[in-house]
């Protein structure tokens, strides 16, 4: 069982910036895929990143595609997403997802994962 916690989130202006932590417990942690997803009012969850346990393979909406970044830090078992230049329509709750096998696939690293945390609420304002 892993459990995943995120934090960072909170009230931004447009433009500015924003670092998502998502914390695990486990020591198998550092073995698996990360990804992060988002769902806006009104709006389905949708894939925003995700990266494999070596860093090796990352996968980025386009919609984030050269304003955010994940990384992860395997020995404080911690991925990070950070998120600049903020857009309103990057408002959302956004929640970390974990799976235990490796992806080197987009498909892979975009769907299928087993273990959620709660979310942390990110608000860009006008």
């Known amino acids: 069982q892993v459990q995943l916690v995120e934090s960072g989130g909170g009230l931004v202006q447009v433009g500015g910036s924003l670092r998502l932590s998502c914390a695990a417990s486990?020591?198998?942690?550092?073995?698996?895929?990360v990804g992060w997803f988002r769902q806006g009012p009104g709006k389905e969850r949708e894939s925003v990143a995700a990266?494999?346990?070596?860093?090796?393979?990352?996968y980025y909406a386009d919609s984030v595609k050269g304003r955010f970044t994940i990384s992860r830090d395997n020995g404080n078992y911690t991925v990070y997403l950070q998120m600049n230049s903020l857009k309103p329509e990057d408002t959302a709750v956004y929640s970390c997802?974990?799976?235990?096998?490796?992806?080197?696939?987009?498909?892979?690293?975009?769907?299928?994962?087993?273990?959620w945390g709660q979310g942390t609420q990110v608000t860009v304002s006008s």
């Open positions: 997802a974990a799976r235990s096998d490796y992806c080197s696939s987009i498909y892979c690293l975009k769907d299928g994962y087993t273990w």
């Open positions: 486990g020591r198998t942690f550092r073995t698996y895929t």
């Open positions: 990266i494999n346990w070596g860093g090796v393979t990352t």
